[in-house]
């Protein structure tokens, strides 16, 4: 098993422009998280979703949009980038929620400049 | 409002010490989760505690859940530079479907 995969690795972007973070795992997980982790700092919450066709807000969802229409993926749409949105996102994926272990996938640094 | 607050923020100790590091909380968690992150990674679950005061063991790290299920500690003995990272808790609540709560974590540094 690949376990949870995030590409790409880093990305350098221009205000105002857009980007999809791509997530797939394969441990048929039905629960999958996007988080940011900005220098210092520990994660936000997103978006999560319980299961195909079904996404919820996190914490922080503003600038950001999401969808999930396989069990596998879950991709996070930047629309109209800002520097504020310059950090570390990490994917994760639960079978269950509560206390289910996350795993996370490596990560994708942004930079909007 | 953080709902799970980690102390300290940083710890920067010599190998061959002890230290632990605490996560307190004024809600009541079903669970709770330790995760390490190292540099260049995303986290990975080092233990999970269910019971009020319950005690894990992992090699030289001991968790512990509070009795009362609001708060943790993680105490290292003997830190080894390997033990260097990012040490996050996250609790989950009764209510569902509702997503852990992670704390801002305890940056870690073990100096040789």
């Known amino acids: 098993n690949a376990g949870v995969t995030q590409t790409p690795k880093f990305r350098i972007l221009k205000i105002g422009q857009s980007m999809t973070l791509q997530c797939t795992q394969d441990m048929n997980h039905n629960y999958m998280y996007w988080y940011r982790q900005d220098p210092g700092m520990g994660l936000k919450l997103i978006y999560y979703s319980v299961g195909a066709g079904i996404t919820d807000k996190g914490e922080v969802p503003n600038g950001y949009n999401v969808s999930r229409s396989t069990t596998e993926d879950f991709p996070l749409r930047l629309e109209l980038a800002a520097p504020s949105q310059t950090s570390v996102y990490f994917c994760a994926s639960s079978f269950r929620t509560g206390a289910d272990t996350q795993y996370f996938g490596p990560g994708t640094r942004l930079t909007v400049l | ?112």
């Open chain 2, 1 to 112: 409002t953080q709902l799970l607050e980690q102390s300290p923020q940083f710890l920067s100790i010599q190998e061959g010490e002890n230290l632990t590091v605490y996560c307190n909380s004024s809600s009541v968690f079903s669970s709770l989760q330790w995760y390490r992150q190292e540099p260049g990674e995303g986290p990975v679950l080092l233990v999970t505690v269910v019971t009020g005061g319950e005690v894990k063991k992992l090699k030289r790290l001991t968790f512990q859940f509070g009795d009362a299920r609001k708060d943790s500690s993680l105490h290292i003995t003997a830190a080894q530079t390997g033990d260097t990272g990012l040490y996050l808790c996250a609790g989950a609540r009764n209510s569902g479907n509702t997503p852990l709560v992670f704390g801002k974590g305890t940056r870690l540094s073990v100096i040789a």
